[in-house]
């Protein structure tokens, strides 16, 4: 059985639904943190978090710098500040822009693996970047797993198909199938 100790997840262009569907799938009990850099405008307010939770029973919430990360949760990266995963806790970072993109999705990958090795699974969703596939193929060197969206099933395919070429051993999945890959993962957590 491989070991998951938190799922990070990058998304852009159509990422709501994309991840709202995920989510609804997702059973109270899931226990594996979920970590999400959703592309949006520096000046978004907390609304993602209220769109998200009507689709789960998990709780979700914005991280905060110095933030314990606990399971159970669906945390994600603020508007305009890049998340970065140390081990066991969020840091939060005004850096520049990485790949035009504050949050980057590369920059929460690569502390991810950085910080949980060969025990981070790694989702990458509909987008219209190539934001993630660095940080997809930092997370597959440490060890980690990672799966994308088949890209026929993006609304963007651009994001899945730069992950796709910079990380040849990612699982490509529907988004169906991405959520019982995730039930699976978790069997016996708890």
């Keep these: 059985m491989i070991r998951v100790d938190i799922i990070v997840v990058g998304v852009s262009l159509g990422g709501l639904r994309a991840v709202g569907a995920i989510l609804a799938e997702l059973p109270?009990?899931?226990?594996?943190?979920?970590?999400i850099v959703q592309h949006r405008?520096?000046?978004?307010?907390?609304?993602?978090?209220?769109l998200l939770?009507?689709?789960?029973?998990?709780?979700?919430?914005e991280a905060e710098d110095k933030e314990d990360i606990a399971g159970g949760n669906v945390y994600l990266a603020p508007s305009d500040?890049?998340?970065l995963i140390e081990p066991g806790r969020f840091a939060l970072s005004t850096e520049a822009p990485v790949c035009c993109a504050r949050p980057s999705i590369d920059v929460l990958f690569e502390s991810a693996a950085d910080s949980y090795k060969d025990r981070v699974l790694g989702v990458i969703l509909t987008g219209a970047?190539?934001?993630?596939?660095?940080?997809a193929a930092c997370i597959?060197?440490?060890?980690g797993l990672v799966v994308v969206q088949a890209p026929e099933t993006a609304e963007s395919r651009i994001m899945p198909e730069a992950v796709i070429r910079s990380t040849p051993t990612a699982r490509v999945l529907p988004p169906v199938e991405i959520?019982?890959?995730?039930g699976r993962l978790v069997v016996g957590k708890g």
Aim: proline share 2%.
């Design 28 to 35: 109270e009990a899931f226990l594996v943190p979920i970590v």
């Design 41 to 50: 405008q520096a000046e978004s307010e907390g609304r993602l978090v209220d």
């Design 53 to 61: 939770q009507q689709h789960t029973t998990l709780r979700v919430r």
């Design 81 to 83: 500040y890049h998340l």
């Design 129 to 135: 970047s190539a934001d993630g596939a660095k940080g």
């Design 140 to 143: 597959d060197r440490a060890g």
């Design 179 to 182: 959520v019982s890959f995730l």
